[in-house]
């Protein structure tokens, strides 16, 4: 029997009692589809793409990035003057 997964000898959920094994797969879905990033899209979440945040995101993050540059090139250039 598996701990982690709940999977006892008669099948998955063997060990939850009624509703649990429900309440947990949701918790996946909704951590799945809302928190967790995918690489292959673009490390958004499937809630930012359906909801037509990703691109918004995507320049934001870049705007921040381009920032960040900036700002080390000049730190660098302070110090290595």
Known sequence: MSPTLGVGP???GA???P???EARIEA???HYNLLRYHESIDNLTPADVYFGRGQTILLE???IKRKTIQHRRL???THAA
Request: charged share 35%.
């Open 75 to 77: 730190l660098h250039k």
């Open 10 to 12: 008669a099948g998955i």
């Open 15 to 17: 060990d939850y009692l």
């Open 28 to 30: 996946f879905v909704a």
């Open 19 to 21: 509703g649990e094994l």
């Open 61 to 63: 993050r870049e705007r």
